[in-house]
T-cell receptor
């Protein structure tokens, strides 16, 4: 990908369980962003973590960042059917170039 | 208004056709983006405009021609496309120096 790798590529869990997806990136960052994409639609920004932060929370979302390993993880707690979507980490390279990892396709089973 | 509007939502075109995709935002964002996305793949950056000037072209074939007529509008002109160009085309905008990008719902393009 233009930015890095994400794993797993696909994840299927039961409603109510927690979902964790990981992102590795290649170049140094000022911040890392996570986006959600419902099938065939546009991306929606979820949360941003800055390079000097190690963890950030927003509702049921928890993001961690390890700059020494160039990796980040997104945890969704108490998953719901509506969380079914693809999740991408995004990085701004230079001032303007916003690029994305491979993404994780998350399926929440009722 | 935090919307990025893309038209049309769906487009079917022949390989000899000329068509255009349109993207509009009224958030005052001065950076605008075109992405191409194939099924089960991430969005792939094509072009970036900053203050209505093309600042990044990711080696996109010339059959794709972007245009930014004003700060609210971004077009992607299509000519002599190939079937492999069939994809979801996404437009996005953000403030220059900002972080969060706002995406349109995309145009689903099919080249026949």
């Amino acid at each position: 990908s233009q930015q890095g790798e994400e794993d797993p590529q696909a994840l299927s869990i039961q409603e109510g369980e927690n979902a964790t997806m990981n992102c590795s990136y290649k170049t140094s960052i000022n911040n890392l962003q996570w986006y959600r994409q419902n099938s065939g639609r546009g991306l929606v920004h979820l949360i941003l973590i800055r390079s000097n932060e190690r963890e950030k929370h927003s509702g049921r979302l928890r993001v961690t960042l390890d700059t020494s390993k160039k990796s980040s993880s997104l945890l969704i707690t108490a998953s719901r059917a509506a969380d079914t979507a693809s999740y991408f980490c995004g990085q701004i390279q230079g001032a303007q170039k916003l690029v994305f990892g491979q993404g994780t396709r998350l399926t929440i089973n009722p | 208004d935090t919307e990025v509007t893309q038209t049309p939502k769906h487009l079917v075109m022949g390989m000899t056709n000329k068509k255009s995709l349109k993207c509009e935002q009224h958030m005052g964002h001065r950076a605008m983006y075109w992405y191409k996305q194939k099924a089960k793949k991430p969005p792939e950056l094509m072009f970036v405009y900053s203050y209505e000037k093309l600042s990044i072209n990711e080696s996109v074939p010339s059959r794709f021609s972007p245009e930014c007529p004003n700060s609210s509008l971004l077009n992607l002109h299509l000519h002599a496309l190939q079937p492999e160009d069939s994809a979801l085309y996404l437009c996005a905008s953000r403030t220059t120096g900002g972080t969060e990008a706002f995406f349109g719902q995309g145009t689903r393009l099919t080249v026949v």
